[in-house]
């Protein structure tokens, strides 16, 4: 498995289209503390920047030299929003970025049944590129639950659309997300995202779900202790063969952007070397 770096981690959480920090700080952050990637969001390139820029990023991630893991090339996609399927429906713009800047795999949103067949055709579209569609296990989404998750895959029907598996996502959908969760996840697995969270009725963050409503919760660094255990989930994507990105795609839990990175990094890789 290969560790990745989300540039969300330079994003508020609640805010993804404000980024803190410029992409070659981000780029020599990732190098510096043993990164392979880059997971490329539109809070620093996304369809709506100027050709120059996609030009300049990746001369950039050339020269570093980073990956780019994977891209979401708009802002509705990751906030979530009801125009988050649009790209669905034009998916033309989103290929060219990904082919611009080098990214195999781009992350897709479905929100109705109505999402299914244009997923249908841009995998379609994608495929005649050599590239990959995925969708995140996520809240407010046809990927919200392990069951339906399986029969919109099943449904989309696309070898190259597959599943970004999430599981502080699932948890907060009342989800079991350990090995047995893998194991069926597993023929579907393009991307693994990671942050981690503590679930309290008190908690000062709030998100919606369609299958359980309102969830509390409050954000925690990956390596602490009351969240998410992240070694057995190690253990168990190793065990199904699992083989691609391991993604940081957590905001800096208020422990700032640098320390986030740095920390996370130090936690992972030695998970990820551990026998």
């Known amino acids: 498995m290969k560790l990745s770096l989300s540039v969300r981690v330079a994003e508020k959480f609640l805010a993804k289209r404000e980024a803190n920090m410029t992409l070659e700080?981000?780029?020599a952050l990732a190098t510096g503390h043993g990164y392979s990637g880059l997971c490329m969001r539109a809070s620093q390139v996304g369809v709506h920047s100027p050709s120059e820029t996609v030009a300049a990023a990746r001369d950039l991630l050339d020269r570093y030299p980073l990956a780019v893991s994977m891209l979401t090339g708009?802002?509705?996609i990751p906030e979530n929003s009801d125009q988050g399927p649009d790209a669905l429906r034009n998916i033309t713009p989103y290929l060219?970025?990904?082919?611009q800047l080098g990214a195999p795999l781009l992350r897709v949103c479905l929100k109705t049944d109505e999402d299914i067949a244009w997923a249908r055709r841009a995998a379609d579209e994608a495929a005649e590129r050599d590239l990959r569609l995925a969708h995140q296990c996520h809240t407010r989404s046809l990927f919200e639950e392990i069951d339906r998750s399986l029969q919109v895959l099943a449904?989309?029907?696309?070898?190259?659309?597959g599943l970004i598996y999430e599981p502080a996502n699932l948890e907060l959908c009342g989800q079991p997300y350990g090995l047995d969760t893998i194991r069926r996840f597993a023929p579907h697995l393009f991307n693994v995202y990671l942050q981690n969270h503590v679930l309290t009725s008190d908690g000062p963050d709030v998100l919606e779900t369609w299958c359980r409503g309102e969830v509390r919760f409050r954000q925690i660094p990956l390596w602490e202790e009351g969240g998410i255990s992240f070694p057995p989930l190690i253990d168990a994507l190793r065990a199904v063969g699992y083989e691609g990105y391991?993604?940081?795609?957590?905001?800096?839990?208020?422990?700032?952007?640098?320390?986030?990175?740095?920390?996370?990094?130090?936690?992972?890789k030695r998970l990820l070397a551990a026998n």
């Open 25 to 27: 700080q981000l780029a």
């Open 74 to 76: 708009d802002f509705p």
């Open 96 to 99: 060219d970025l990904a082919e």
């Open 155 to 161: 449904s989309i029907g696309r070898a190259n659309f």
């Open 246 to 268: 391991v993604t940081v795609h957590q905001a800096s839990a208020d422990l700032g952007t640098e320390a986030a990175v740095r920390e996370s990094a130090r936690y992972l």
